[in-house]
C-alpha cells in the first residue's frame, strides 16, 4: 500500500528561520568534540528527519542510504588507519587503536549529522518560500532571489531538453550505432545544443527581468508573504531542549568511557 506524503509542522516554520538554525547547527556541531554527545546530537536530529518530514519512512531510508555510506566509510577508515597508543588490533597495514575507534565513531556520526539536517532541510522548504522569506526577512535583493528562483526551475527543464535531443538523434539513427567510437560521438553532440538552448534561455529570462523593472531599487509588492508563527518558536524550543537533555545524558549515561576525542 502506497503512503503517501503529508505535511508536518516543520513545513510551516519561517524558511528562513529554518535556515539560520541549521546552519548555526552545524557550526556547532564542528565544535562537538564529545563522542556520546555527538552520539545524543545526532539522535535529536534523525527524530526530526524520520518523524517530522512527512515522507513515508521507506523513502527516507532510500535518502538516507547513501549517506550510511559515508557513515561506515568514513568511521572505517580513521578506524582501520587511525593512530592512538592502546592497540586493539593490528594486522598489517589495519592498526586499530581505542582513540582511532572512537575518533572514527565521533567523525562518522557527525557526518551523519550534517547529512541528515541538510536532508530534512531540503524535504520541508520549498524553494519558492525560501527565496520569498530571504527577500522579505533577510533583505536579500529581488534581482538576486528571482534569478536563483528561474535557475531551480530551468532544471527540470533542461532534463526534458536533454530527453529531446537523444529521441532525436535516436530517430536519425545516431544513438542505434554500436561501439565506443560512436557511442562517444553521441556524447559530445550533447553539449552544444545544450549550451545553445541555455543561452537563450538565460537571454529570455534576463530580458524579461529587465521589462519588469528587477533592477530598480524602489521597494516591491509580494504575492506570498512569509511569516513567523508558533511553528518557529516551537523549532528552537525543541533543539534548545534536545540538546540540553543530550549533553546531560551524556555526561550521566556515557555510552562510551571517553570525554574529549581529540585526547
Not at 124 to 139: A, D, E, G, I
Not at 230 to 257: C, N
Request: net charge positive; aromatic share 16%; proline share 4%.
Amino acid at each position: 500500500m502506497h503512503t503517501a506524503f503529508k505535511e508536518r509542522w516543520l513545513h510551516k516554520i519561517n524558511p528562513a528561520l529554518k535556515l539560520l538554525t541549521l546552519t548555526f547547527l552545524f557550526i556547532f556541531a564542528v565544535t562537538i568534540h564529545h563522542l556520546n554527545f555527538m552520539i545524543n546530537f545526532t539522535l535529536t536530529v534523525s527524530i526530526l528527519f524520520f518523524f517530522c518530514t512527512g515522507q513515508p519512512y521507506k523513502h527516507t531510508l532510500l535518502f538516507l542510504l547513501p549517506f550510511l555510506l559515508v557513515f561506515f566509510s568514513t568511521a572505517v577508515s580513521m578506524i582501520l588507519f587511525g593512530k592512538g597508543e592502546i592497540t586493539l588490533l593490528k594486522w598489517g597495514l589495519i592498526h586499530v587503536t581505542e582513540e582511532s575507534l572512537y575518533r572514527g565513531l565521533h567523525l562518522g556520526f557527525r557526518a551523519l549529522a550534517f547529512a541528515m539536517m541538510g536532508i530534512t532541510f531540503v524535504l520541508t522548504t520549498k524553494p519558492v518560500q525560501l527565496f520569498y522569506s530571504l527577500m522579505q526577512q533577510l533583505k536579500l535583493q529581488p534581482k538576486y532571489a528571482y534569478s536563483f528562483m528561474a535557475a531551480i526551475r530551468l532544471i527540470p527543464i533542461m532534463f526534458e531538453e536533454l530527453q529531446t535531443i537523444r529521441d532525436a538523434q535516436k530517430v536519425r539513427g545516431v544513438q542505434s550505432q554500436k561501439g565506443i567510437t560512436n557511442v562517444l560521438k553521441s556524447i559530445k553532440s550533447l553539449p552544444i545544443p545544450m549550451l545553445s538552448q541555455s543561452i537563450r534561455r538565460a537571454f529570455r529570462i534576463a530580458v524579461a527581468m529587465e521589462a519588469k523593472r528587477f533592477n530598480s531599487s524602489n521597494e516591491r509588492t509580494f504575492y506570498y508573504h512569509i511569516g513567523f508563527s508558533i511553528y518557529d518558536l516551537l523549532f528552537i524550543g525543541y533543539f534548545v531542549l534536545t540538546i540540553s537533555l543530550a549533553y546531560l545524558f551524556a555526561l550521566e549515561f556515557p555510552l562510551f568511557p571517553v570525554t574529549d576525542v581529540r585526547n
